[in-house]
Structure formats: structure tokens, C-alpha cells
């Protein structure tokens, strides 16, 4: 399976828009705004997933210290979802960011296939904070730490 990750710029504001469309749910509410996703890609490191040349998802992660990069986006279009590219993307990022002592990331108790693949890519749970975006839903925390750098 070749993804090819590519820097998300300004310019892409609607297809990452579509894309958070596409996994919108109960417990998801997507970025869709051109305001709010200029300024997700501004804060963030944010990379389209293609396939074939096509977009089918999103990666993305803060730094929030030298040491401590927060993985805060990933996104694969329904259609896609099922086929690896999600855990595919997640190794690859966290490849990237290898250098960090702490990476983690927040996701919902329900969202049991990102957690799976979160947890196959090295992801301990770290914890549970209740009303973590003040929506009034819990988030269970995954992180990996590496004691060794």
C-alpha cells in the first residue's frame, strides 16, 4: 500500500474541510469553516493523505515543547477506512517524530477502531479526562514516552 503525505498548505482548506465532513459523528465535530481550518493548519503540522494521487484523509500533530509533540488530527474518509491507511499513517508519523520524548494524542472511549490502531502502533493508555473539548463527552488519553533519548 503506497500513501503518499503531503504538507497541507491554505490552499487545501476545502479538501480538509471535506474530509472532516466525511467522519463527522456523535461524538466528532468537524472542523468545516474556511476560519477554522486556516487556522488548524496554521497552529499544526497538517498533511493530506493521498492515495493514487487522491485525498482520502489527514494527519497532523502540535508541538507543544521540544520534547513533547500531541498528535491532533487523522482523518480517513469512510470509503477508505478498513485498508491499514489509518495505522499506515500513524506509523509514519510517528517515524517523524521519533525525536520527541512524549507523543500523545486524546480520543473518544468509543472510537474503538482508532484506539486499536493507536494501541498496535505502540500507544499505551495514559489516562481518562472527562469533558476534555467541553462538549460534555470523556476522552481517553494514549501516549508513547521514550525514556531513552
Known sequence: ???????????????????????????????????EVKDYVNKSEVYV????????????????SKDHAYIDGLTINPKYQGRGYGSEAIHWLTKKLSEYKRVDLV??????????????NGFLIDGWRDNY?????????????KNNL
Not at 467522519?23 to 466528532?28: D, E, G, Q, R
Not at 480520543?107 to 498496535?120: F, R, V
Open 1 to 35: 500500500m503506497i500513501l503518499n503525505f503531503r504538507k497541507a498548505s491554505l490552499n487545501d482548506w476545502e479538501i480538509i474541510s471535506s474530509l472532516e465532513k466525511s467522519v463527522a459523528n456523535k461524538f466528532y465535530f468537524p472542523i468545516i469553516k474556511e476560519k
Open 107 to 120: 480520543t473518544h472511549p468509543h472510537n474503538s477502531k482508532s484506539i486499536i490502531i493507536y494501541l498496535k
Open 49 to 64: 493523505i493521498e492515495k493514487d494521487r487522491k485525498p482520502i484523509g489527514t494527519v497532523s500533530y502540535e508541538e507543544k
Open 133 to 145: 473539548f467541553g462538549d460534555g463527552e470523556p476522552r481517553i488519553v494514549l501516549s508513547q514516552v
